[in-house]
């Protein structure tokens, strides 16, 4: 983001995966283990990798994982009237779960409840590369034509 009366140019760059290593001293393959398998990493190297990631707030980058896993790290999730407290509570539990996961969810909200819609809002949430889909709707809703 370009603060006002700040030029691209003069913004600082995110720090990168090869800046942790740098700081931490370790490789940038030592970086990935301890980010995505850290019982195979010794404590003291884990916790300065760790150290360095919050010096530099590092944030890995979503997109790369993605090419690399083929996965998104994200849910979609398909609901209706989220004002009525079912599917509002239903939807807050949703994403309390996702987060203790570590996903995040993308919410596709439908004006009408129906076959149509609901096929709408799941090619919706597909076209984000989601992981999984889950249908938010009445039982008797989700089962009429």
Known sequence: MVRPGESPAERPRAAVMEDVAELAGVSA?????VLNAPE?????????????VRELDYRPNS???????????????VCFDT???G?????????QAARDSDYLVSIA??????RRW???????LRSQSVDGVIVVAPHESAAEG
Do not use: C, H, N, Q
């Open 87 to 95: 599917p509002a509570s239903t939807l807050f539990g949703v994403e």
């Open 40 to 52: 195979k990493v010794r404590p003291e190297t884990r916790e300065r990798v760790l150290a360095a």
């Open 29 to 33: 393959m030592t970086v990935s283990r």
């Open 63 to 77: 997109a790369a994982r993605m090419l690399v896993t083929g996965r998104s790290g994200v849910l979609g999730v």
């Open 109 to 114: 909200s439908l004006p009408v409840l129906d």
């Open 83 to 85: 004002t009525l407290y």
């Open 118 to 124: 609901i096929g709408r809002g799941v090619d919706r």
